[in-house]
């Protein structure tokens, strides 16, 4: 029996074991894939999904896992995305609805908005953001991420690692795309982004979600990179117990194909 990364709840079943990498997953070099074993705990009060990693993976989070999705070619996969139609592209409905969000909040009207964004990849968000006049800083803890940031997109970019960078500015707005799923604590790292949060600011996150399981133990959102799978309850419940308000939640199925939940949280 384990116990829920979340609620901490022990009321959990083991849901999906691995003995081998699913065929979809990237390869990491850091990986010894002969002891490769892992498995998720789904907890029956949050519907949250733990994953318990029986092996070591070493750090995916830096030039490792760029080296493995994106082929260390940033630039060009930059662009390839960046050109993908509309109809195809989940950064698209991203961006979409989080304009509409910040174009109804009263709090933020005759307000310059100082926006945030943590684990920037790409940069494709933080493009598309400035694309439509938002005043945004990227940080990711890739420093060729960075530097792809600030030389081809003109953007500012903090390089670390969020949970151990001292930021000294305050934010309106700080985005979490698809990051939460990778930190071992999430509560620690909500903790620390209401510390760059300006009173009355808002987090948008978005995370895999656990709807994905009706399509099998294979999918992208159950890689090996991905330590929690989230409910609507669970990311509620995260969220609550940092004293954030629940503005809007969402289940989610987006142009990829991915499951995700995704929702905007007042401080």
């Known amino acids: 029996m384990k ?9 959990t079943i083991k849901k999906f074991q691995y003995f081998k990498k699913p065929n979809s997953e990237k390869k990491y070099s850091t990986i010894n894939y002969k002891k490769y074993n892992r498995n998720y705990y789904k907890c029956r009060k949050c519907d949250h999904f733990s994953g318990f990693l029986k092996m070591s993976v070493g750090n995916l ?20 995305v960046r050109k993908l139609p509309s109809f195809k592209s989940d950064n698209f409905y991203r961006v979409n609805r989080i304009h509409k969000f910040v174009k109804q909040n009263k709090n933020f009207k005759n307000t310059k908005l100082k926006i945030l964004d943590i684990g ?4 494709i ?3 598309q953001m400035k694309k439509k006049n938002y005043h945004i800083t990227a940080l990711d803890p890739d420093r060729r991420s960075c530097d792809h940031i600030k030389k081809n997109l003109g953007i500012k970019a903090i390089h670390g690692d969020f949970l151990k960078t001292k930021i000294k500015t305050k934010f309106n707005l700080i985005t979490l795309n698809k990051v939460v799923e990778h930190i071992a604590h999430p509560e620690k790292m ?11 600011g808002i987090i948008y996150i978005e995370v ?8 099998g133990k294979s999918r992208e959102e159950f890689h090996i990179d991905h330590l929690h799978i ?17 503005i809007l939640i969402k289940s989610i199925k987006e142009p990829s194909g991915k499951f995700t939940v995704f929702g905007f949280f007042k401080y």
């Open 125 to 127: 968000f933080p493009y």
């Open 120 to 123: 920037s990849g790409l940069g």
């Open 230 to 246: 989230f409910s609507k309850k669970s990311l509620m419940h995260l969220t609550a117990k940092q004293n954030l308000k629940c």
């Open 190 to 200: 909500i903790k620390k982004v209401k510390k760059n949060l300006v009173l009355g």
């Open 61 to 80: 989070y830096s030039s490792e896992y760029n080296n493995a999705i994106y082929s260390g070619m940033l630039k060009k996969n930059f662009n390839k």
């Open 3 to 11: 116990k829920c990364k979340i609620c901490g709840s022990v009321d």
């Open 208 to 215: 895999p979600d656990i709807s994905a399981q009706k399509k």
